[in-house]
């Protein structure tokens, strides 16, 4: 008998205290088969992504492992206003496929979105939305959910860049600028990564140093004027 991919695990609602089971991927079955340069992995079996998302069935209140505990009041009107009212018995608990996970991804935004949770959170989802429109081949969807989360990336970096990985989220607002045609914007944020004595991250001063030569090939080839740190480069 093969092994089931997935496993059950309890969670209890944040918003009416339900306890409901939801799916997640067994380790052992997380296996990338190749990833892109904005950090998405692709995997041979089982998307992982498709079940970061738990969806309470009784009033649809869907999270992930990193939201917030907090949710006061105005929030809880919001929330119910916005979703319960409107929302019918659904379980998102078993197999998902790309329409279920899609569903899910939303629905969580709403919810961090009502929640006002942190920015880097609301990105992330944006992001993994961003993702699964790739998977599908929607390259006018997709980039409209990259330059979401490219602009709410960037306010990570306004507000809480003291406090993460500041070379992993420079780099990511430079790729994520070059994949949206934000050429001049690209190459300011590679070269912050490259030209910053402070930061160690060989791996991150590394993949920004050949996303800003990529960078520079796009940029010629769309015949777009280079700036004069390009221009030294032959």
């Given at each position: 008998m093969s092994l089931d991919p997935l496993f059950q695990?309890?969670?209890?609602?944040?918003?009416c205290e339900s306890v409901?089971?939801?799916?997640?991927?067994?380790?052992?079955?997380?296996?990338?088969s190749g990833s892109d340069t904005d950090f998405y992995l692709r995997y041979k079996e089982v998307n992982p992504d498709y079940y970061v998302v738990?969806?309470?069935p009784v009033c649809g209140f869907a999270s992930t492992e990193n939201f917030s505990d907090r949710f006061v009041a105005s929030h809880r009107?919001?929330?119910?206003?916005?979703?319960?009212i409107n929302w019918s018995m659904r379980d998102y608990g078993g197999k998902?496929?790309?329409?279920?996970?899609?569903?899910?991804?939303?629905?969580?935004?709403?919810c961090a979105q009502i929640k006002q949770e942190k920015d880097r959170i609301i990105a992330g989802m944006l992001?993994?939305?961003?993702?699964?429109?790739?998977?599908?081949?929607?390259?006018?969807q997709e980039r409209r959910f990259l330059e979401h989360a490219l602009n709410a990336y960037v306010k990570v970096y306004e507000t809480e860049g003291a406090d993460v990985n500041n070379a992993r989220l420079m780099y990511l607002i430079g790729e994520l600028s070059r994949r949206t045609g934000r050429y001049q914007d690209a190459?300011?944020?590679?070269?912050?990564?490259?030209n910053d004595k402070k930061i160690m991250d060989s791996g991150m001063i590394r993949a920004s140093r050949e996303q800003w030569a990529i960078t520079r090939e796009e940029m010629l080839a769309a015949q777009i004027d280079l700036p004069e740190?390009?221009?030294q480069q032959k």
């Open positions: 695990t309890k969670v209890t609602c944040m918003y409901f089971e939801t799916s997640r991927v067994r380790p052992s079955f997380k296996k990338a738990r969806v309470c009107k919001t929330f119910e206003e916005r979703v319960r998902r496929g790309w329409d279920e996970a899609m569903q899910t991804f939303k629905l969580a935004l709403l992001h993994h939305i961003a993702w699964l429109w790739r998977e599908k081949e929607d390259a006018e190459v300011k944020w590679f070269g912050k990564v490259i740190e390009m221009k």
